[in-house]
């Protein structure tokens, strides 16, 4: 038997790259690089050209009157009562604080009844009469509760003072001032960060006792 005849069949792990069978592993992954590269480019090329046309959004026309005044309003059937009035009618006073329903710093009165103006869509208030903090004065004179919590220190930042005063006005108005425990059980959806509560409070006692 020639000597070839005894050569070890497994393959010579020690063969230089020109001597082994088969791609190396470079090539496979050079290969493999090219094709990904190939297919993505074909996805990209097969994607439309995005418009330059933004979507259509449909609007309705909503009839409010805010603070004695009529709106005639073509509104984004999303937006909250809360941004109509600060965005749209430019009223201010609303604040927007934690646009959740919780701290009642957005409370206006639609159709007199106290509401937190964040939660509900202005779209849903087609004919409503709306007041504000703005429409509480009469020219230059406050409204009684305006004048009470200054008298009474109601405020010290001022930022949840007319959600604040507007649940006030409510509250009195629903025969729920009768005494400071009521008053603070009816008026808990309100919030003050800077805690001015005694003031407050004080101030719907006293109006409350003279209506």
């Known amino acids: 038997m020639t000597t070839s005849e005894h050569a070890d069949p497994r393959p010579n792990l020690r063969a230089g790259p020109d001597e082994q069978s088969g791609p190396s592993r470079r090539s496979v992954l050079l290969m493999a690089g090219r094709a990904a590269s190939l297919a993505a480019t074909s996805s990209a090329a097969a994607q439309p050209a995005p418009s330059e046309t933004p979507p259509n959004t449909t609007t309705a026309r909503v009839r409010l009157v805010v603070n004695g ?6 509104l ?3 937006q909250s009562l ?4 600060r965005e749209t ?4 006073g609303t604040k927007k604080g934690c646009n959740q ?3 009642g710093a957005c409370t206006v009165l639609v159709n007199g009844r106290r509401i937190t103006s964040c ?3 202005a779209v849903m208030h087609d004919g409503a ?3 504000t903090i703005e429409g509480l004065a009469r020219g230059d004179e406050l409204h009684p509760l305006q004048a009470a919590f200054i008298e009474h220190d109601g405020f010290q930042c ?4 007319p959600g604040e005063i507007m649940s006030g006005v409510a509250c009195i108005a629903e025969g729920h001032a009768a005494t400071p425990e009521e008053i603070q059980f009816w008026m808990s959806g309100n919030i003050c960060r800077c805690g001015a509560y005694p003031g407050i409070i004080a101030a719907v006692v006293d109006v409350a006792g003279r209506t």
């Open 119 to 121: 939660l509900t869509l």
């Open 158 to 161: 001022g930022y949840c003072t």
């Open 76 to 78: 984004d059937p999303r």
């Open 69 to 74: 005044k009529e709106q005639q309003l073509e």
């Open 129 to 131: 009469e709306i007041t």
């Open 101 to 103: 329903g919780a701290c």
């Open 89 to 92: 009618l430019d009223l201010t």
């Open 82 to 85: 809360l941004d109509v009035l």
